[in-house]
């Protein structure tokens, strides 16, 4: 389909010249193959040619605008930038609502994106009302067995899970899954991720052995029809590296971090947050599971280059830094440790206060910070760094 559609848009900038809205539809058409492809980085630029000759052309209201916009929005958010990826979807929302009105299918489709970027910032309590309309949207305009009625049900049902809510979020999998098996081919990467999420709401479940089971099939699926390093398999093999960790199966988590570190470096490149985030674990492994501490070293002090302080460094940061210091401190290097477990503390309260009910992590972080402290020789600073901790 890529070569078919870089044909097409050649031929259409040659006929029609760069600035046509014909061009601006197929520089979108081969960005969302792009993108679909995991190919974001070449994706961007081709669909932020198509906005802006869409709005040129079109104008700012046009329905064509709101699709490239949307297109464009969802590789940003791949790509990590949230708020730009907000602010698109919003636009091309308010667009769509206007020229096709509130009930229609593509309205549902800018709600489900704009609530899965809620969601995944944790605004949880802004995400569901886009969320539940998206569903309702879909299930009144396409009846109650459609796919997206599908894809609804899963984000919904993500959103439950991240709140606890897990015995509302499994309903809705099944739902889904039961809808996908009607639909797709039995290996489709769709009912794979319908098994990655049943695989998380039992694991949340305590039900170890029916989320392994799970994230094993959903992980198999995912290789046998996109390959071994395609993007989709980040969720399962995020996932399975954390229930084999949790459950003590240290070496068998180790394989799955690497392979996801290797699978988010092919997709977004070596210096995404989702690296940074991918690396943290494998780094609290080979620290705290494996002990294996200057290999820990090396890849935590690579994730912590991914979040800088000059940046927006995030809990993500705050975590490198902290399991960093901790690893050092644990090779009686606790004068290393230190400026790291400084940073941690500065991000950490800056994102969520110094009070213990607004940061839930702080007194863990300030615990370790002040073992380290005394190790260091410096026990009066550590009294007064537990004091702010009460």
């Avoid at 046998?224 to 995020?238: C, F, K, M």
């Avoid at 068998?252 to 989702?274: C, D, K, N």
Wanted: proline share 5%; charged share 20%; with cysteine.
């Amino acid at each position: 389909a890529v070569p078919l559609e870089e044909a097409a848009l050649a031929a259409r900038r040659a006929a029609l010249g760069d600035q046509h809205p014909d061009v601006g539809r197929s520089l979108n058409a081969l960005g969302t193959l792009y993108n679909r492809a995991g190919r974001y980085q070449e994706a961007e630029p081709l669909q932020r040619q198509a906005v802006a000759i869409l709005e040129r052309s079109l104008g700012p209201a046009s329905p064509d605008l709101a699709e490239a916009q949307m297109q464009l929005g969802l590789t940003c958010f791949l790509l990590g930038k949230s708020d730009e990826a907000e602010s698109l979807y919003r636009s091309a929302l308010a667009i769509r609502e206007s020229a096709l009105g509130p009930d229609h299918p593509d309205v549902a489709a800018n709600l489900s994106h704009l609530g899965y970027l809620l969601n995944n910032q944790e605004r949880y309590q802004e995400a569901e009302p886009f969320l539940l309309r998206a569903l309702k949207i879909r299930e009144s305009a396409l009846g109650p067995d459609h796919f997206l009625v599908a894809l609804s049900l899963d984000l919904l049902g993500d959103l439950y899970g991240r709140e606890g809510r897990n015995a509302e979020a499994q309903a809705l999998y099944l739902r889904s899954l039961a809808i996908k098996r009607k639909v797709y081919a039995p290996d489709h990467p769709l009912i794979a991720e319908s098994h990655f999420a049943l695989g998380n709401v039992y694991a949340a479940q305590g039900k170890s052995e029916q989320a392994a089971e799970e994230l094993r099939a959903g992980l198999a699926m995912v290789e046998n029809s996109l390959g071994p390093t395609h993007i989709s398999l980040s969720r399962g093999l995020q996932s399975l590296g954390m229930l084999l960790a949790n459950q003590g199966q240290w070496q068998e988590a180790e394989g799955a971090f690497r392979r996801l570190v290797t699978v988010y470096e092919a997709a977004v490149g070596p210096s995404h947050q989702w690296v940074g985030e991918a690396l943290n674990n494998l780094g609290w492994v080979l620290s705290d599971g494996l002990q294996r501490y200057p290999e820990a070293e090396l890849v935590l002090r690579r994730a912590v280059a991914i979040f800088p302080m000059d940046g927006k460094p995030g809990f993500a940061g705050a975590l490198a830094r902290w399991s960093l210091a901790n690893c050092l401190r644990d090779q009686n290097r606790a004068v290393d440790a230190l400026p790291y477990y400084a940073e941690a503390l500065e991000i950490l309260e800056t994102a969520g206060g110094s009070k213990r009910q607004d940061n839930p992590q702080l007194p863990d972080l300030i615990a370790d910070y002040a073992k380290s402290l005394r190790a260091a020789d410096r026990p009066a600073d550590a009294a007064t760094l537990e004091s702010r901790g009460l």
